[in-house]
């Protein structure tokens, strides 16, 4: 069964840095495309963060030089170190995984409906 496992949200100040985890089941292998998706109240799902299995990523705009994504794939897991928090970015973060499907663009891997497994998410606060 696929699943997904996040940790490492918390709440912290402006300015401050948190790394999130993301463990998957054995069936999510290190073929698959992960992304890292956040979802703030009254907001649509947004795509953060994503990487392939040659290592290529994908940031939004508002995150590009802050959050750096990376993968373990002898862990099985996806982080997302986030550095220079700001309010804006506290939302609900959540780890999503997608089975092969051919290239994708880098647009295109920030993109919701390419994932097929989602975790349950983990909840960022930033304080001003």
């Known amino acids: 069964q696929a699943q997904l496992v996040e940790s490492g949200g918390g709440s912290v100040r402006a300015g401050g840095s948190l790394r999130l985890s993301c463990t998957a089941s054995?069936?999510?292998?290190?073929?698959?495309?992960m992304g890292w998706f956040r979802q703030a109240p009254g907001k649509k799902r947004e795509g953060v963060a994503a990487i392939d299995d040659d290592g290529r990523t994908s940031y939004a705009d508002s995150v590009q030089g802050r959050f750096t994504i990376s993968r373990d794939n002898a862990k099985n897991s996806v982080y997302l170190e986030m550095n220079r928090l700001k309010p804006e970015d506290a939302a609900m973060y959540y780890c999503?995984?997608?089975?092969?499907?051919?290239?994708?663009?880098?647009?295109?891997?920030?993109?919701?409906?390419?994932?097929?497994?989602w975790g349950q998410g983990t909840q960022v606060t930033v304080s001003s």
């Open positions: 999503a995984a997608a089975p092969p499907q051919g290239p994708l663009s880098a647009e295109a891997r920030l993109w919701v409906d390419v994932y097929r497994y």
């Open positions: 054995v069936y999510i292998d290190r073929t698959y495309l």
